[in-house]
């Protein structure tokens, strides 16, 4: 590692209960704007490529308490996520505008977002 190399950590501690249902997330990491601080999750998505076999390696956990609509949320905000990196990593515009169309129907289908001719929430 060179001097001018940045390293920072991530810290994720999950309890489990006696079936190994998550019951608490918590993490940290050192580069955090808001500092190092401990914080509680609900539910996390870890996914690694792996280098040599060229395959993802993923975890997915939520706890007992993380309800659907919020699930749904996430599921929306990781999808929508996802797009805008892959069209960071690809510059590939028509993949990526077809996966927004999927991510506009998938909050629509959710309630996250009003479906054509709804009023908002709020």
Do not use: C
Not at 37 to 58: G, I, S, Y
Not at 67 to 82: A, G, K, P, V, W
């Amino acid at each position: 590692m060179s001097d001018k190399t940045k390293r920072a950590k991530i810290n994720m501690v999950i309890d489990r209960d006696e079936n190994n249902i998550p019951e608490k997330i918590t993490w940290q990491a050192t580069d955090n704007p808001e500092g190092p601080k401990k914080q509680e999750a609900k539910a996390l998505l870890l996914a690694l490529f792996d280098k040599k076999n060229l395959e993802t390696v993923k975890v997915d956990l939520w706890t007992k308490e993380m309800m659907i609509n919020e699930m749904d949320r996430f599921m929306f905000q990781t999808l929508r996520s996802l797009t805008d990196t892959y069209y960071k990593a690809t510059q590939n515009a028509k993949l990526a505008s077809q996966m927004q169309h999927f991510v506009h129907f998938f909050g629509q289908e959710t309630g996250i977002i009003p479906k054509e001719g709804e009023k908002e929430n709020g």
